[in-house]
Every structure is written in C-alpha cells, then in structure tokens.
C-alpha cells in the first residue's frame, strides 16, 4: 500500500498490525521489491505527489494462511 495521505497511512498500519491474518514485510524484503518500488515511485500517482513535493508513505503485508494467523492469534492468547 502506497498513499500521500499520512493518517491514512497510520490508520492502515494500525489495522493490519493488529490483525491476525497479515504481517507486514521487512524493510530488506520490501526494498528489494520491484513492483513496490515501481508503484511508489513510478505509477500516475506517485509522479504527481512527487511534482507536488509531497510525501509519501507505503508498505507491503503478507496475507498468512489460515493455519499461520490461528497459530499467532494462539501466540497472543
């Protein structure tokens, strides 16, 4: 997830921190990432914010399987 909004962006965070079902990519593994690096970089939109000199804020989250979630929900019990 990519966006210009920064209280979007910690809302999201906050959400998907909390949620069993995600966890979120380390920094290594999400800059090594060609389409994220593309996406906040190189889409319509991120041309725009950065002719705009705005900011930006992104992150990649992993969908777990459902064994993976049950197992970290049992972790947080």
């Avoid at 965070?13 to 996406?39: G, S, Y």
């Avoid at 914010?49 to 992993?62: C, D, H, L, P, T």
Wanted: proline content about 3%; hydrophobic content about 40%.
């Amino acid at each position: 997830m990519v966006t210009d909004v920064k209280e979007l962006h910690e809302w999201q965070i906050a959400h998907l921190d909390d949620h069993p079902a995600f966890e979120r990519v380390p920094a290594e593994e999400e800059q090594a990432d060609l389409c994220f690096t593309l996406i906040f970089n190189e889409s319509e939109e991120a041309c725009k914010v950065a002719r705009n000199e705005g900011s930006k804020w992104g992150a990649i989250y992993r969908r777990l399987t459902l064994e993976q979630a049950a197992a970290r929900l049992a972790k947080s019990a």
